[in-house]
Structure formats: structure tokens, C-alpha cells
């Protein structure tokens, strides 16, 4: 099997034939942690020890998998531990790049042209998915892991030592909570709109949307009683979740026919989307033209002619009442 890369929409990363029109993502393939003291993190390998520079993110900012992790980032005041390169918003035969004439900031570590390298420079016979994030490690020269879900957890608690944050976004007394948010929400939101957008059948896409406005649905109501998914206090559940819902209104609703209604239509969603984006540093990590770039521009199944809509106009940065 060759190297798939995520430009490659219909017979590479997923495939919509064998599973009767519904989109179906692969697993990521490094699983490793970093830990205060090098020690073996749940899976993978020991020896990713937290050090301050050590460790470099590859990212997108249209992403919504990379952006939890910049938000975990910058909540825990990492910015300058772990520095990042950002990959251009088109993504078209050669995947993700380092296209600077497009929106990319470069490659910092190796001036590499192409994402795919940082994989082959990890693994030379690499076949896998090619994606972002990345967590690379500078000393090792390799990748940490390409999964989002774990390197938000490294952040949250590995480097508390090193900066003196110790707010704890995955506590213990509420992690049965969190992840029981983390269950729902993956598969009928965050994963749910992409479920819809790809789908190839009319069956597939009916079904991921009526789960993904059940859940939104259920949400809605769940915040009129809380400020946040678990309670008071912000959670990576909240984390997971904003990053999919401050896309919503500006491609889902259209671009993935995710189209009841917008998020701004419900009742108490757009005042928790405000609620987090006007967390300190949380604006910044924000990059409609990033988003709205790739989703229209590199989609060319879904849409051909490459246009990118000006809107929506919505300002996040004021208050809102949750009804």
C-alpha cells in the first residue's frame, strides 16, 4: 500500500463503497506519550520525556483535530515550550503542505515541502494516513503521536512541572463524565458532520445527520441548566466539542449539508460557543480563512467549482444571552 495522503478523498484515507456510502476513519498510528519522566505512557514506547523546546506541533487551523490541541496549548501556557508550524489550508493532490504562497507558516524544523515527509522522515516505508496534528520530537527526531485525543491529555498534565499550570482540564473526579461526553459527542458531532458531508448514499448522510441534531438538540437543553458539558468548570470535553461547533455556521451548515438549522439559530449553543471562544488566547487560534479556505477549496467532490462563500458575518467576540 502506498503513502495515503488526505487529499486523496475517495479511495484512499476512507472508503464509502465498502461501507455502504458511510464515512469510515482510520485509526491513527502513533500512540506514543509524552510523561513527566520519560516513563511509558498508556500505549506505545518509553523515552518522551517533558522538556521545554523538546517537542514541535504540526498543525492546520482549519482542523478541527489539530485545533484542540492548540487550545490546550495555549490554556496551559505552552506557547513557549512547544512551538508550532502550521500547513497551508488548500490541500488538493500532495495533501497537506508547506505552501507558504498559500497560508502555510513553513516548516520550522526541516524545510520540508510536503506533511508526508515528517512521516517518511519518522518512518521511511511509511504507508499510512497522513494527518494533522503531529507531535514531533526534536531529540529523537521522530513523531510522538498523530493522535489528538492523546496529545491533549499529554499537555494538560505532562508539563505542569515546567510552566506551573496546574489547571486540570481531565480531573479525576470527573473523568467518567468527560468521557462519557467524549462518547457522544465524537461520533454524532464531531465525527457526525463529517458522516454527512461524505457520505455517498442518500441512506448514510439521512442517518449521520439525525444523530448528529439529536445530539445537538440534547446539548442545547443540557446548557440551560449548566454553564459547560460537566458542570461549571471547562473540560477537554468542552475542548473536543467547541472546535467542531465554531466551524458549524461556516461550513458544515452548507459545505456538508448539515443544514436543519444553524448554530446560531438554537438557543443556548451560541452563548457557550462565546463562552469559550473569549477565553483567554482562544480567539487567536481561530482562523475563519483558514477554514473556510480548505473545506471549499479542497473539496473538489463536493464542491467543483472551488468557490468560497464571504460569510457567514458573526461576531464572537460579543456576549450572548442562552436565551
Known sequence: MGLLVEGQWHDKWYDTQSSGGKFVREDAQF????????????????????????????????????????????????????????VSPIMLENGWTFDQATGSSGDDLANRDFHHQVYTDAVSDYSGRVTVPVLWDRQQNTIVSNESADIIRMLNS???????????????????????????????????????GFATSQS??????????????????????HRYLVGDTLSE??????????????VYHGHFKCNRQRLEDFTHLPGYV???????GVAATVDFDHIKRHYYASHATINPTGIVPMGPQIDYGTPHGRG
Open 31 to 86: 500512540r506514543n506519550w509524552v510523561t513527566p519522566d520519560g516513563a511509558a505512557g498508556p500505549s506505545g514506547d518509553a523515552g518522551f520525556r517533558a522538556e521545554t523546546v523538546r517537542y514541535h506541533l504540526y498543525v492546520s487551523l482549519a482542523c478541527p483535530w489539530a485545533h484542540r490541541t492548540l487550545i490546550m496549548r495555549t490554556l496551559k501556557e505552552l506557547d513557549d515550550h512547544i512551538s508550532v508550524s502550521v
Open 158 to 196: 505532562a508539563f505542569n512541572a515546567l510552566t506551573g499550570n496546574h489547571v486540570d482540564f481531565y480531573p479525576d473526579e470527573a473523568k467518567e463524565y468527560i468521557d462519557g461526553w467524549n462518547d457522544r459527542v465524537y461520533p454524532a458531532i464531531n465525527n457526525g458532520v463529517y458522516r454527512a
Open 204 to 225: 448514510a448522510y439521512e442517518e449521520a445527520y439525525r444523530e448528529l441534531f439529536a445530539e445537538l438538540d440534547a446539548i442545547d437543553a443540557h446548557l440551560a441548566e
Open 237 to 250: 470535553a468542552d475542548i473536543r466539542l467547541f472546535t467542531t461547533l465554531i466551524r458549524f455556521d461556516a
Open 274 to 280: 462565546r463562552d469559550i471562544y473569549q477565553l483567554p
